[in-house]
């Protein structure tokens, strides 16, 4: 009989006991019970779940996607070729919401490590609940904005 969630689902499984998580219940890929498993239907008809996009995306894209999310920030102060005062004022200001707590590295690993924990990849993040609520109260809400929406 096949192993349930095929070859990714024999993957992620191993990923899970190696991160110490609790078992997860993995369903064949297409059956009722998708929603149940880490792996994305292969039937783009069938819904996604954000606990799925790992199995499409990887560890490299989302590494990739993150690393330039804050290497634009990060660099956005460098550029000011034909930008207005009010443009530079705000990129100063994102920029300033980030740097005061770190460097671009340290935001690339926490926020890759999040994501990839969130979207199936294992438990990558730490400090869990607590971690994700104490830097949204205390560091996020000054970007979580419609300022920083703009940005």
Do not use: C
């Not at 926490?110 to 990558?124: I, L, S």
């Amino acid at each position: 009989q096949e192993e349930e969630g095929g070859e990714e689902g024999k993957e992620a499984r191993s990923r899970a006991e190696k991160d110490g998580e609790r078992p997860i219940s993995y369903s064949k890929q297409g059956s009722s019970n998708a929603g149940a498993t880490l792996v994305a239907d292969p039937d783009s008809n069938r819904p996604l779940y954000f606990w799925q996009l790992f199995s499409l995306l990887g560890e490299d894209r989302i590494l990739a996607l993150v690393t330039r999310f804050y290497n634009r920030i990060y660099s956005s102060v460098k550029e000011t070729s034909g930008k207005t005062k009010e443009q530079l004022e705000d990129d100063e200001w994102f920029y300033r919401a980030f740097a005061r707590i770190s460097g671009p590295e340290h935001h690339i690993y926490t926020q890759a490590a999040f994501w990839m924990d969130a979207f199936g990849g294992g438990n990558r993040y730490h400090g869990g609940e607590f971690r994700l609520q104490f830097h949204h109260e205390h560091n996020a809400e000054s970007v979580m904005n419609e300022k920083g929406a703009r940005m």
